[in-house]
């Protein structure tokens, strides 16, 4: 199989539901019994995480947004970011594929910390989202299991 090559653009489903779910926790806050000041700073960290997640995974305009992707016959991934930077990285188990979302678990070489990628059918075409879903099903599953 070659490599597939997935490029991201700005998804706005993802933008509503991202919106909505914040929008929806700041609306329970105000039933509790808390003091003013910690709804208000509870409020105002999540304007700032709505805003990051915006940027990082909806709308793909932070530096560190993942624009691209490149699956290999290897199983290795490389992701772009928008800052022009390249960094390969390994597919993890927990990747999660469904029909109308997929979210690839990916941890970077070399480094601690693991990254998500969130990608709805709005933010790739048809074709890819597809092949992509094929992939991390059967080409990608079969080579977990292989391994273990």
Not at 79 to 105: D, H, K
Request: with cysteine.
């Amino acid at each position: 199989m070659p490599d597939l090559f997935i490029h991201l653009q700005p998804s706005h489903r993802l933008v509503t539901i991202l919106s909505l779910a914040h929008l929806i926790t700041a609306g329970f806050l105000w039933p509790l019994e808390l003091p003013m000041e910690v709804k208000i700073a509870i409020v105002v960290l999540l304007i700032i995480s709505l805003h990051y997640y915006l940027r990082k995974d909806a709308l793909l305009s932070a530096n560190d947004a993942v624009i691209a992707l490149q699956l290999k016959e290897d199983m290795c991934c490389i992701v772009t970011m928008r800052s022009g930077q390249s960094i390969a990285c390994r597919i993890l188990g927990s990747t999660f594929v469904v029909p109308y979302l997929t979210v690839m678990n990916l941890q970077p070489e070399g480094k601690f910390f693991m990254r998500s990628v969130v990608i709805l059918p709005d933010s790739i075409k048809e074709e890819e989202f597809r092949r992509l879903r094929v992939w991390l099903r059967w080409k990608w599953k079969q080579d977990q299991e292989a391994g273990q």
